[in-house]
């Protein structure tokens, strides 16, 4: 109960993004090590390796295909936000520039794709 | 306003008799949460410890946090905060509680000093005054910068002090950004040095709060971020 008034009392935008930047992280390093430990299956167990892939029909599989690459995208945005936030010196108007900017090329984007499904 | 009173849980330090202890405060049209103390203080508790002294946003001395979060108390009306009917007012987080409301700020200060917050002259009364450009950018960052009036509400705000006790923290680091703009101060080696040590600005995860949260609408994060690419390009320069 503690620990949620505490999220809760400093829940602003860039706390968010700063935990959710973190919390990725550590989800990509957590799942690094097994996904090179199935890739080297190529190499010692190719037949098991076969087997696993077999496996990646499955939809639950496909879901946690999903969330890792939701965990992808969201660090790689969150590490470019970072080093645009410190590494470039933005000033107010330009950040809401580049906010906006990001937005519709989003949204144009987003409209190809429907175009294409 | 719902109720005739107010339900005040003032946290008086885990070391206390009454850790938490609930006061009912009777409450008023433009109340501040440093009316609320002071009326605990006056009417109901008399050994209830606490700093104030302008009352008006001037000279830092009555930050708390108020439901968790770090505020001027007289700045901060009660009605704003108010959970219900209900509020928790307890000593600014990441510095040493002496007693009941109180902390020990010398941890901050000696952290201004650390980061090499004092004024580096190199001229005497000799010398001319040095030219001020009040338009050119680092101009306008020291102009911000300066009004800084050490209320450590954004020390108490960052989750990076409270990992880590030998970082500098928003404040100091300000301080050494808006000095280091300044065209009076000559520091800018010993700044520089200061601040990408072990508790330097490089500790600083951009979470934000300080800005979020500094009743003077400075931004330490960004002038952290300043200090950041300073100290990287200092260090390429040697480098090369």
């Not at chain 1, 390796?49 to 790689?76: P, Q, R, S, Y």
């Not at chain 2, 995860?205 to 979020?212: D, F, I, L, P, V």
């Amino acid at each position: 109960m503690n620990a949620a008034k505490g999220i809760v009392s400093r829940a602003h935008p860039l706390w968010l993004a700063y935990v959710l930047h973190r919390l990725s992280g550590i989800g990509l390093a957590v799942f690094l090590p097994f996904h090179f430990w199935v890739l080297a299956m190529a190499m010692t167990a190719p037949a098991r390796l076969d087997a696993f892939l077999a496996m990646t029909g499955a939809g639950v599989v496909k879901l946690a295909e999903f969330g890792l690459v939701f965990l992808l995208a969201v660090h790689m945005f969150g590490g470019l936000r970072l080093m645009a936030l410190e590494w470039l010196p933005w000033r107010p108007s330009q950040k809401s520039l580049a906010a906006g900017a990001a937005a519709a090329s989003f949204l144009i984007a987003s409209l190809f794709l429907l175009k294409a499904v | 306003m719902t109720s005739k009173f107010l339900k005040v849980t003032i946290e008086r330090g885990a070391a206390a008799k009454n850790a938490q202890q609930v006061f009912d405060v009777p409450a008023h049209e433009s109340q501040t949460v440093l009316d609320v103390v002071s009326w605990i203080q006056q009417c109901a508790d008399p050994t209830l410890s606490y700093r104030y002294a302008c009352r008006v946003g001037m000279c830092g001395s009555c930050a708390m946090m108020v439901n968790g979060v770090p505020r001027w108390t007289c700045r901060t009306h009660i009605s704003k905060v108010l959970d219900g009917n209900a509020v928790t007012i307890g000593p600014l987080r990441n510095l040493p509680t002496i007693k009941d409301l109180v902390v020990d700020m010398d941890p901050f200060f000696d952290k201004w000093v650390a980061a090499e917050g004092m004024h580096h002259g190199g001229r005497t009364r000799e010398h001319p005054i040095a030219p001020v450009d009040e338009k050119s950018a680092a101009r306008i960052e020291a102009s911000a910068g300066i009004e800084c009036i050490n209320c450590s509400i954004c020390y108490a705000a960052c989750d990076t002090v409270a990992g880590n006790p030998e970082y500098l923290g928003p404040a100091a680091l300000l301080r050494a950004w808006t000095l280091l703009n300044d065209d009076k101060d000559e520091g800018r080696d010993a700044i520089l040095a200061a601040v990408s040590g072990k508790g330097g600005c490089h500790n600083c995860h951009s979470m934000g709060s300080c800005t979020a949260y500094c009743p003077n609408e400075l931004d330490p994060m960004s002038a952290i971020a300043g200090l950041k690419r300073e100290t990287t390009k200092s260090f390429l320069g040697r480098v090369r």
